[in-house]
């Protein structure tokens, strides 16, 4: 009996798994149409100083599946990591990024406000990843200096002359890197001082529970020290209540963002936003 059991428990779990691979390989195709049939969308988060005046914003992918409704990132981004199609989608949102920076160029209202956008390991990794960025800046005409690129900690755990190389070319070109998920990766903090970054991002998880008290206080405060003594900004994500926000307003934190703040939306809606919040100040 025990063994009938064993066995069909087993035929369970072989299915179960069956079913997910079947349903991995479903989406892996549908992500390679997916560009093509133009079903990613890029939305923007706010970001905002300690006066919440909105000054840049983080590009964020989304995935209109016609089936199954919107795909969040997190589950697409992996499978496109690993199917290496995050190099197509990456230079897709790159080009978006830069279309969107080189209109607002020409505008006035829009000078210093700048575009952060993700860019993952499997991209940075690329031997031609930096001549990529150039050229796209190259082709849209867009102004480098209004561009930051969010790297992750974990990506330091790699050939470290690479990245100091790609980094110091990536300044030399104008660019802005932001050091993404801070304080989730591996420690790299012996070589951090060496590496050109303007921004440290507190992840999100060192934000949650922030004014309560926890054990979180000591930690995102240390990053906040940790980011000014190295000379960079430090921008807090996650920013969920106005308790959070002005725990870390008052302890200095440079720059918000969050679904306290705003969500993502579409960049229509965050232009209007801004243009209107901008006329009203005036
Ligand atoms: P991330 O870069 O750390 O982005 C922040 C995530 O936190 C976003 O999730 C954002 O919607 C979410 N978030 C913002 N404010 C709040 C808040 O107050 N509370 C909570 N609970 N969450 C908040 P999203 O858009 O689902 O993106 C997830 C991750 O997917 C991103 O994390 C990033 O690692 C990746 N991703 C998104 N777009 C791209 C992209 O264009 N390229 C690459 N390589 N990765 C991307
Ligand atoms: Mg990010
Ligand atoms: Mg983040
Ligand atoms: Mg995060």
Redesign the pocket.
């Known amino acids: 009996e025990a063994k009938a059991l064993g066995r069909s428990r087993h035929c369970f779990y072989q299915s179960d798994m069956q079913e997910r691979v079947l349903e991995r390989v479903q989406l892996e195709n549908d992500l390679r149409q997916a560009i093509v049939n133009d079903e990613l969308i890029?939305?923007v988060?706010p970001q905002w100083d300690s006066n919440k005046r909105m000054v840049g914003a983080?590009?964020?992918?989304?995935w209109r599946h016609p089936e199954r409704g919107m795909v969040?990132?997190?589950t697409f981004?992996p499978i496109?990591?690993e199917t290496r199609l995050?190099l197509p989608?990456?230079e897709w949102?790159l080009r978006t990024a830069c279309q969107w920076l080189s209109e607002w160029h020409h505008d006035a209202d829009m000078s210093g406000f700048i575009l952060s956008?993700?860019?993952?390991?499997?991209?940075f990794s690329q031997e031609d990843f930096v001549a990529q960025v150039q050229a796209i800046l190259e082709e849209y005409d867009a102004p480098a200096e209004a561009l930051q690129l969010?790297l992750?900690e974990s990506m330091l755990a790699h050939d470290q002359q690479d990245i100091i190389t790609k980094m110091s070319t990536l300044k030399a070109l104008g660019v802005l890197i932001s050091l993404?998920?801070f304080g989730t990766g591996y420690s790299s903090l012996s070589y951090l001082h060496r590496l050109p970054i303007d921004q440290l991002?507190i992840?999100?998880s060192f934000?949650?529970n922030i004014e309560q008290g926890s054990k979180n206080e000591s930690l995102a405060e240390s990053i906040i020290s940790l980011g000014h003594n190295l000379g960079m900004e430090v921008i807090a994500?996650?920013?969920?209540t106005e308790e959070q926000f002005e725990w870390l307003e008052k302890r200095s934190c440079d720059l918000f963002?969050?679904?306290?703040?705003a969500?993502?939306m579409l960049m229509s809606e965050l232009l209007e936003r801004y243009k209107h919040d901008m006329h009203s100040l005036k």
């Not at 983080?58 to 989304?62: G, I, P, T």
């Not at 956008?117 to 991209?123: E, G, K």
């Not at 994500?237 to 969920?240: A, I, K, S």
């Not at 963002?257 to 703040?261: A, I, K, W």
């Open positions: 890029l939305y988060q983080e590009a964020l992918l989304r969040s990132p997190a981004i496109a990591e995050i989608i990456g949102v956008v993700n860019v993952s390991a499997v991209q969010e992750t993404d998920d991002k992840d999100q934000v949650a994500e996650g920013v969920e963002q969050g679904f306290g703040l969500k993502p």
